[in-house]
């Protein structure tokens, strides 16, 4: 049980500092806010789903114009158990659309469930792939709303899911 609040301490304490440190990067134009090499983006992120409010962080950087990769960590926590999902992402981003605020991209999440039941109920800790689409609207130059829906196609996590 300890351990899993420190987990549950440490996400907090992780999504609060992307809350501070969600800013796109210094020099740029707010007409020309979107994805480009070098960034580094740091969001916080919330789930949805039918039992419990899925909360974690997902970091990417920008290695060429088009192409990030990062990380995403992602916990459940309910009364019959807690599935911690760490991943490694990659996307591609549509920066030749060249809209103004905004970053479309789609990539995949190669990642490990792992889950941790009381007696009594039943899942499964593995391997999962999840394919992605998403979007990035930039308010202004330090505040962005990022939408992101799942599509899980390998492992015992399969289905759609959508994070804020």
């Avoid at 999440?109 to 899942?123: D, T, V």
Wanted: hydrophobic share 50%; glycine share 12%; with cysteine.
């Amino acid at each position: 049980m300890k351990f899993n609040q420190s987990i549950v301490a440490l996400l907090v304490l992780a999504l609060c500092m992307s809350m501070a440190l969600a800013a796109a990067p210094m020099g740029k134009k707010y007409a020309r806010l979107q994805f480009h090499k070098g960034d580094k983006f740091l969001t916080p992120q919330i789930g949805l789903n039918s039992y419990t409010v899925p909360f974690g962080v997902n970091f990417e950087t920008a290695i060429t114009e088009n192409i990030g990769v990062g990380g995403t960590v992602m916990m459940w926590l309910w009364s019959h158990g807690t599935i911690i999902m760490p991943s490694v992402d990659g996307a591609y981003h549509f920066t030749r659309l060249d809209v103004d605020k905004l970053d479309l991209f789609a990539g995949a999440s190669l990642g490990f469930a792992i889950f941790s039941a009381k007696e009594g109920y039943g899942g499964s800790s593995g391997l999962y792939l999840s394919p992605f689409v998403a979007g990035r609207y930039w308010f202004s130059e330090k505040m962005a709303v990022s939408l992101r829906l799942n599509f899980s196609v390998l492992g015992d996590w399969t289905g759609v899911g959508g994070l804020l």
